[in-house]
């Protein structure tokens, strides 16, 4: 296994696209540094960062042992996953037949999952307006997702049969499920898989990276909100 002696920085906020590379570092175990990219203060939009993330989106990690010991930076969840994979040749296996099926759930994730899971967060709980058309659109249409999701894994533990990158970026996007107005109850492999991954230690603490920072800026955005509300100078 190839060895990090230098600290992986890893740009990141703590959401489902973030909670992918956390979980990924933390069940590697190798040195990482967490710099965190505020979304809600608009930390994407900053030029050191778009440097290495140009679709200004995060996560972004940035290696300073890559190729040839130089230094690389690699923007977009799916893409940081397959080069950590590859350099510690841990959760993506090098079999043709093995890789192919992660990838399918990989990309399965990164081109259905994910967006549609985040429309429906959108839609369903931040749109300023409630619309029942895109509500009901990305509603359903996770509820299909969750529906292949569970066929998939009956009869396997994990979705390319042994545990892998694609469980790691599928597990964040089934967390808050029941904001995407979804029971995990109508779906029992999909249940068990969920269950199974959260008794991974290094998934739980995959998904506990920032949430102490978050919850803290969270408060502060409360009470900002209320004393505005009050007729009161923030402090």
């Known amino acids: 296994m190839t060895e990090q002696t230098k600290p992986i920085e890893l740009h990141y906020w703590p959401t489902p696209n973030g909670w ?47 190729p040839g010991g130089e230094p690389i930076s690699v923007f977009e969840s799916g893409a940081i996953l397959q080069y950590l994979g590859r350099k510690f040749a841990r959760f993506y296996p090098s079999d043709e037949r093995a890789r192919v099926a992660v990838e399918e759930w990989l990309f399965w994730q990164v081109g259905g999952l994910g967006p549609m899971a985040g429309q429906a967060h959108h839609f369903r709980q931040y749109a300023p307006e409630k619309i029942a058309y895109g509500i009901d659109r990305y509603t ?3 509820n299909r997702l969750y529906g292949v999701m569970n066929k998939r894994l ?14 790691m970026a599928s597990i964040g996007w089934i967390v808050p499920h029941a904001n995407q107005g979804q029971s995990l109850e109508d779906f029992p ?6 269950e199974r991954m959260k008794a991974r230690p290094a998934v739980e603490r995959g998904l506990a990276v920032g949430k102490e920072e978050r919850e803290k800026l969270n408060l502060a955005a409360d009470k900002n909100a209320q004393s505005v509300l009050f007729g009161q100078k923030a402090r």
Do not use: C
């Not at 778009?50 to 996560?59: E, S, V």
């Not at 492999?189 to 969920?194: E, G, S």
């Open 20 to 66: 992918k590379v956390s979980i990924m570092l933390e069940e590697l175990g190798v040195p990482y540094e967490l710099k965190l990219v505020n979304i809600g203060a608009g930390d994407q939009f900053k030029p050191d960062f778009l440097a290495i993330a140009p679709n200004n989106r995060m996560p972004a990690i940035v290696d300073p042992e890559g």
């Open 140 to 142: 359903n249409e996770v």
């Open 154 to 167: 009956s009869g396997r533990d994990f979705l390319a049969g042994e545990y892998s990158i694609a469980d």
């Open 189 to 194: 492999d999909l249940k068990a898989w969920f």
